[in-house]
């Protein structure tokens, strides 16, 4: 199996990756590739710690939860269809204080681990399903180099905003 993960900006691709099959992973990207960013609005994603609640995309969880000094919980964000307008900045809102899960304020390690990797894993064994196959069989007969805008597949680097393309990578590696 030869699957990789690489910048959207990386100027040298093709000259790193020759003859591989490269396939963007974001938002931007073509159907049916597109349905693998965490924005895609898929509808009917579990929300942690919210039973009775479910949201159009990944993002929407994400930011639904997240909790800032100025502005709480934005339960608005679960049903946002558009792909756009979903991010709630620290330019505009200032520092998140953490995202809240069950009544907890947690951290931004605990909230990747207990939030966005088990969310975007059920997206990506529930929604999804077809296209980690299609790249699990892709990946044994070409080179897959999977486009994101960042490439941190490390849960506890927290330097930088984490790859949903390197969770697909390990998803497709572990079937």
Known sequence: ?????????RTTLHRDFPDALILDVTSRAPEPWVRLSPFYPHGGIPVPGHPDRTAQSVEGVWQA???FASEEEDFSKLEVTTMKGIKRTVRRLGPPLGHRLEGRLLGYEEARRLIYLPTYRWMLDHRAPDL??????LSTKHTVVLLDYTTNGDVAD???PLSHAALIAQRVRDL
């Open 132 to 137: 980690v196959a299609e790249l699990r069989e």
């Open 158 to 160: 927290l330097s930088t």
């Open 1 to 9: 199996m030869s699957l990789h993960v690489a910048s959207r900006r």
């Open 65 to 67: 939860l997240k909790v």
